[in-house]
């Protein structure tokens, strides 16, 4: 069994309920932080800002490790939507540009920001619509035009 550093009280009574449940489940699989984020899409560093506090899980991470568990899926994101509505988002702010060089991809709240923006449902279904559209115009119409037209007679 781990032996976890305690909670900091800085952070809301939902959210170190939250770590704390994560915590104890960690320790029930007896996992290592390397081998836990072998086993799934979050890196050592990652999962050890989480178990810490330090940093809020996302919900795939809390429902990575429910699956690695072996335990029921519904429990530990219900209280991830209880701590999401009290974890300080955005409240230490790090040093550095405001928004990501033009070569790397977005990161923290500009990926939040980048992926609200991004169209869902409808709207990507229209967006794909007229993306093939587009390509039909762009592609088909100067083919078949070729085709029909005559060459010139020499």
Sequence with gaps: MT??????????????HLVEQLRALK???GLSLTELARRTAYSKSSWQRYLSGAKQPPRGAVQALC????????RL?????????????GAAVAAGPAEPV???????????RWRAAAPTGAAYRRWRAAALVSFGVIVVLPAWLLWVLPVGSG
Excluded: F, I, K, S
């Design 27 to 29: 320790d029930r699989t």
């Design 102 to 112: 033009a070569d790397e991809p977005p990161t923290g709240a500009a990926y939040r």
């Design 77 to 89: 994101p219900a209280l991830w939507d209880l701590a999401d509505r009290t974890w300080p988002h």
């Design 3 to 16: 032996r976890w550093r305690p909670l900091p009280d800085v952070r809301p009574r939902e959210a170190r």
């Design 67 to 74: 699956r690695m568990a072996g335990t029921e899926q519904v």
